[in-house]
């Protein structure tokens, strides 16, 4: 007997998980299409948007044998933004959820990737290479909102950016949120792939404390200064509170990744502090949480 039809008229079994990789050029989209393949993703690299069905489509012809597939796409493709979002609809419409990982990284970083390689950006033309990255910034404009994952690969080498790629999608499941908690330093800049920002910034600075300056927020002293303070676990059980609701509805809209940015003055101290309090109470949550600290060590 031939294949037993499933949702949208695809035959076989179709994949658990579908991936669409993009992104900014230069950020890193090769270097995470390798991390999933160390994660036994079957990854189809520069795929045309309207192909993705039909991937799918011999992935569910193995019966189960490509559970997890992955699919890099680029700017590349003509007509790229209508391609893309008019595909992910359809498969919505046949049942089928992909999900976005968008790449970003600033113009600067993106520059000295394409000088070191003395390489063109794909869209540059006759201009420069900010030209091109400008121009690209707005042809994806609209998919970076619809991502269901952004990573900021400025400050990433390879080893970095295969590590949280890795930490993202390593044992996946689509009934769970998993949280990425990251400190940060105002005058540093904010991070890129917040989906929630907290300005910690009114808590009196343990900057000012002669004894607790050289410390961070991962020392006891600094930790127990920073949490006896007016405000500071009124806000933390305020969060806390918020991400009660916004955890099950996330995961209700098909969301499966939330990165929650903390942030003070040079992100030493206070957001440290704070970062991995909530870090640790969204754990308690059952959530599965990464805490980072973006600028610690930069003063």
């Not at 690969?153 to 390879?158: A, E, F, I, P």
């Amino acid at each position: 007997m031939g294949d037993s039809p499933v949702s949208g008229g695809l035959p076989g079994t179709l994949p658990t998980e579908i991936v669409i990789v993009t992104g900014m050029s230069g950020a890193g989209r090769s270097t995470a299409a390798r991390a999933l393949e160390d994660l036994d993703w079957f990854v189809v690299d520069n795929l045309p948007p309207g192909l993705l069905p039909t991937m799918i489509d011999l992935a569910g012809r193995t019966h189960g044998a490509v559970p997890r597939v992955a699919a890099v796409v680029d700017v590349r493709s003509m007509a790229f933004t209508q391609d893309l979002l008019t595909m992910l609809e359809e498969l919505r419409h046949r049942g089928i959820a992909a999900r976005v990982m968008f790449l970003e990284a600033d113009d600067d970083a993106l520059v000295r990737r394409f000088e070191a390689v003395r390489r063109r950006h794909p869209l540059q033309g006759e201009g420069r290479i900010t030209d091109g990255i400008n121009e690209e910034r707005e042809v994806l404009r609209t998919i970076r909102g619809d991502a269901d994952l952004v990573v900021d690969t400025s400050d990433l080498n390879v080893h970095q950016l295969k590590a949280k790629v890795i930490s993202h999608f390593q044992g996946d499941s689509e009934e769970q949120l998993r949280g990425n908690v990251v400190s940060f330093g105002y005058k540093y800049g904010l991070p890129v792939d917040a989906d929630l920002v907290i300005d910690c910034r009114f808590l009196p600075n343990p900057h000012w404390i002669p004894d607790l300056r050289p410390l961070t927020g991962q020392d006891a002293a600094v930790r127990e200064y920073v949490l006896a303070q007016r405000g500071a676990k009124e806000l933390l059980d305020a969060y806390t509170e918020v991400l009660r609701l916004l955890v099950p509805g996330y995961l209700r809209e098909g969301k499966h990744y939330l990165t929650l940015a903390v942030g003070c003055t040079g992100g030493k101290h206070r957001s440290v502090a704070l970062a991995e309090q909530l870090g640790s109470r969204l754990a308690d949550e059952g959530v599965e949480v990464q805490v980072d600290h973006r600028d610690l060590g930069r003063e």
